[in-house]
């Protein structure tokens, strides 16, 4: 069975200022992956690191630089009907108080894309396929028919909006920090939503993240991105137990454990993105622990070490 | 444990007339509480229990449609007890950043984006210390940047040049300027990635072990709290339902409502199932009768539904409202 994505190269440049003072910025920098079917693959690292920059690209709301992005051996870039991408392809976002317009209903967004999609052609088949969808995800269209965005909880809304996804029936859904603003008390319902999902319908899930610990509770393999590059992707609990590049380790290192008898002391260093994006070889040298001579010219190559693929000199030989 | 602030039967309402209809929703009802001095102490809940509200009535901030219907917040000033919500408007406004600072919500964002940090430090300054010369003000801005480890040439920026987690510090650093006593902050860190998160962590600690003042850190985050807090509340549905140390919130938990959250965190290196709590948080308009958990509660006895429990300490200063911790549970049961 062919893989569900596959990413190679994949670059994409922004360039920044007026006419003569440009500088350019590499967001996604020569970033290779794969995402199996019925996987759950999480993109982590902190903000400004490339990852919704990936994220818009698979989504087809920007072009890659350079590089290609695969969908079952299919380059998506020369894709003749790009309405059937977006019937495969379909995303999550981030607060689902602002993915809602508040004046519209919620089931508007439902019969919108049914619409779009032409899935159906009778107004009875459309109920029970939004019934259908909306059980699957724990609710019912009693609780959301001719309801406001505001008169439901952020928790409902979140579901509702990843219902409104499973309308296509789609190989690959997009989650794009799908929890980071839903309440404490629901966020786990969520998280386990996502398993669910991809187990029973064989769905792949991309989960893009900073929070490494629900990452680690869901996922199957973990890419870390840092400034632009993927520095370490692998399966979650080698990356996350025994992490091999400094910068693994030092997000790990603040995750803030739910444990009042570890806390953390150890200061830390904090630079601008835009000085590390415009740095020469690696670019978490300035900032690195273990770094070398080496490490401020020349730009590491991708290793593997036990199953795992590091882009660290460390590692190299 | 000296109170700097001691909060008494606080009932912080939203009056709304909608198309005539009187509508009230009790963001912060009866709570009381006492609040250490040279602490970090931390307020949980989920969105929209009234943590922000009790923040701004700490505060003193109370504009329409938010009212005070009843209850006392007192500061400790000079020894004695001053009821803030009894001061006039002038002394409010001399308390405020000199004696207690407020961190909005969002404070990364509140940045005017067309002036320069130095502007909008020397607005702040002028309006406080007055009969300075601009020179002196901005050594002045310099040198508690400096202090606190931020380069001084951010005074130069624009705030878009300035990351996400550089400006939550820079706003940080604009409310103790003056050295306050208390500084309340609304989740400074929500909207940051775990690196900037620890940052600005590293930060406050900084300053309140600099200063030996007291920071009350509103998140919903449980690992900061754990990280930073020394003693904490939790809060659900405008009231609060738990309030130990730190600690003791984690080790044991005694509400259905703190277990439950405590359980659900996910942490690394542990794959086993997590739920969540059943149900959604009820409406603040029409809070269930009783105690305001028992929809969601499985432990939930008859009396939850009909009596709202009351918030009781026990010998090592734990305090719980629900009944089934309750003595009086054990007599009626």
């Known amino acids: 069975m062919s893989v569900t994505l596959k990413a190679q190269n994949l670059t994409k440049v922004f360039s920044l200022g007026g006419l003569f003072s440009r500088t350019k910025i590499i967001a996604v920098d020569r970033v290779s992956f794969v995402v199996q079917p019925a996987e759950i693959f999480t993109l982590a690292g902190e903000s400004g690191c490339g990852k919704t920059t990936t994220a818009r690209m698979i989504l087809g709301f920007e072009f890659p630089t350079s590089g290609e992005l695969l969908y079952h051996d299919e380059n998506i870039q020369e894709l003749k009907e790009k309405k059937e991408w977006f019937k495969k392809v379909q995303a999550v976002f981030q607060n689902p108080f602002e993915t809602f317009n508040p004046l519209r209903k919620v089931e508007s967004y439902f019969c919108e894309t049914i619409w779009n999609f032409h899935l159906v052609k009778t107004q009875k088949e459309a109920h029970d396929l939004i019934e259908e969808k909306l059980q699957a995800v724990g609710l019912s269209f009693s609780e959301i028919a001719g309801k406001y965005p505001g008169e439901l909880s952020g928790g409902q809304l979140q579901r509702s909006s990843i219902a409104r996804s499973l309308l296509t029936n789609p190989s690959l859904l997009i989650a794009d920090e799908p929890v980071s603003m839903v309440d404490a008390s629901l966020r786990m319902s969520i998280v386990n939503l996502f398993r669910e999902m991809s187990d029973s319908l064989g769905l792949s899930v991309i989960y893009i993240t900073h929070d490494l610990a629900t990452a680690y509770y869901i996922s199957d393999r973990i890419a870390i991105m840092f400034r632009g590059n993927m520095v370490e992707t692998g399966p979650v609990e080698a990356v996350l137990d025994k992490p091999k590049h400094p910068y693994t380790k030092l997000l790990i290192d603040s995750i803030p454990q739910p444990d009042p008898l570890k806390q953390q002391i150890t200061p830390i260093k904090f630079l601008e993105e835009r000085e590390e994006y415009l740095r020469k070889g690696c670019k978490f040298s300035g900032r690195c622990p273990e770094v070398m001579d080496i490490c401020k010219q020349k730009v590491p190559e991708d290793v593997s070490v036990d199953g795992e693929v590091v882009k660290c000199h460390l590692y190299q030989r | 444990?000296?109170?700097?602030?001691?909060?008494?039967?606080?009932?912080?309402?939203?009056?709304?007339?909608?198309?005539?209809?009187?509508?009230?929703?009790?963001?912060?009802?009866?709570?009381?509480?006492?609040?250490?001095?040279?602490?970090?102490?931390?307020?949980?809940?989920?969105?929209?229990?009234?943590?922000?509200?009790?923040?701004?009535?700490?505060?003193?901030?109370?504009?329409?449609?938010?009212?005070?219907?009843?209850?006392?917040?007192?500061?400790?000033?000079?020894?004695?007890?001053?009821?803030?919500?009894?001061?006039?408007?002038?002394?409010?406004r001399e308390l405020r950043w000199t004696y207690i600072s407020y961190i909005p919500q969002g404070s990364m964002s509140v940045f005017n984006p067309v002036k320069k940090m130095k502007v909008i430090y020397l607005d702040f300054l002028e309006s406080h210390l007055q009969g300075k010369a601009n020179r002196e003000l901005l050594t002045l801005a310099r040198q508690h940047l400096e202090e606190l480890g931020l380069s001084p040439q951010i005074l130069n920026a624009y705030p878009h040049q300035l990351s996400g987690g550089m400006r939550q510090r820079v706003a940080i650093a604009l409310s103790t300027l003056l050295k306050p006593r208390i500084i309340l902050a609304d989740e400074p860190t929500t909207a940051l990635d775990v690196v900037a998160q620890r940052a600005v962590l590293q930060l406050m600690r900084d300053i309140q072990h600099e200063l030996k003042n007291t920071i009350v850190l509103v998140t919903h985050d449980m690992g900061i709290h754990a990280n930073i807090t020394t003693r904490m509340a939790i809060m659900y549905a405008g009231r609060i339902v738990e309030e130990a140390s730190t600690q003791d919130i984690f080790s044991r938990p005694l509400h259905p409502y703190t277990q439950y959250l405590i359980q659900s965190l996910p942490r690394i290196g542990d794959k086993t199932t997590r739920s969540s709590v059943p149900g959604s948080p009820p409406s603040l308009i029409d809070p269930p009768p009783g105690c305001p958990f028992h929809p969601r509660c499985v432990q939930v006895l008859d009396l939850c539904t009909r009596e709202m429990p009351q918030l009781q300490d026990d010998e090592t200063n734990h305090k719980v409202a629900c009944w089934l911790r309750s003595d009086q549970n054990v007599r009626h049961p």
């Open chain 2, 1 to 92: 444990m000296n109170a700097i602030i001691k909060v008494e039967q606080l009932q912080a309402f939203y009056i709304l007339e909608i198309l005539g209809k009187r509508k009230t929703v009790k963001a912060v009802n009866e709570v009381n509480l006492d609040i250490p001095e040279n602490e970090i102490y931390g307020i949980a809940g989920e969105s929209g229990c009234g943590k922000t509200t009790l923040l701004k009535a700490l505060f003193a901030f109370i504009e329409p449609p938010l009212q005070i219907c009843t209850g006392k917040v007192n500061y400790s000033l000079n020894g004695k007890f001053v009821n803030a919500l009894s001061l006039n408007g002038k002394e409010r």
